[in-house]
């Protein structure tokens, strides 16, 4: 038997004093038991690389839009001569500014993925083309066993406001001759919007010096069986100044790194040869 109390007042019952619920919340679900295997996930540390040559004026924008889950992030400055460092330090005093080894967007970036400190980085540009709000949908992917994420602008809630007919004609012949050889279905290729486990780092041995340095990933990503996934994202409009990509130069190096490092091909076996 039970007795009844005032409202909001805790009921026991008779039969060894278990406390009951509230009156008010005798409709509510019952509490979940906690299992001894219940444990909170492992929180895992994110490196943001950012390479950026003359790019001042698009950087505040840029860092304003980074996520403050981001642990670290690290501005490879390639000899800028305007005020992109100034400027990187005075919208976010914990930058990490690193100063570029060699001359090419791949040269950047690999100088920032050796700086880098923590468990996943993330790359992306200085251009304001990519939004850096999308990267927890990267790390969500990372959170849950992928190995290597890249965005893609041809999928469900991607896109592109930057896309001009030749990159998207070149985009698509590349993309097909990756897919060809890895057996692979990916929707994008040449988007630099990316994130691994550094863990991972030594085995994508990235050592391309420019642009193709994104292709490269990927291919190796694909060549050594990581679990990848695409996310959706979307290409916005370079801010301001003007891009530092061409269109038929880079998608000529683009192409014959791709076919370098197809397995069988000249890097792919240099690799393999170097390991044994």
Known sequence: MSTTLPSGTIQRTMDGGRPLRRASDRFAAPLPARRATDVPPVRHS?????P????ARNVPWVFE???PSIDEVLLVDGASDDATVRMAAH?????????QTGIGKGDALRTGFEAATCDYV???DADGS??????????HFLDNGFDFVKGSRFIAGGGSLDLTPVRSLGNLALLTVVNRIYHATLTDLCYGFCAF???????LDPHAPGFEIEAELIAHALRLGLRIAEVPS????RRSGRSHLHAVSDGRRVLQTLLAERPGGRHSAAAGAGKR
């Not at 950026?52 to 790019?55: R, T």
């Not at 979307?234 to 409009?237: D, G, K, N």
């Open 234 to 237: 979307l290409e916005l409009p």
């Open 46 to 50: 994110v490196s943001l690389v950012i």
């Open 52 to 55: 950026a040559h003359n790019e």
């Open 130 to 139: 990519m939004w850096p709000g999308e990267i927890p949908h990267y790390v």
């Open 122 to 124: 993330v790359m992306m």
């Open 91 to 99: 919208c976010l005093p914990s930058v990490r500014v690193v100063q």
């Open 197 to 203: 486990r550094r863990s991972f780092l030594d085995e």
């Open 65 to 67: 839009q980074i996520p």
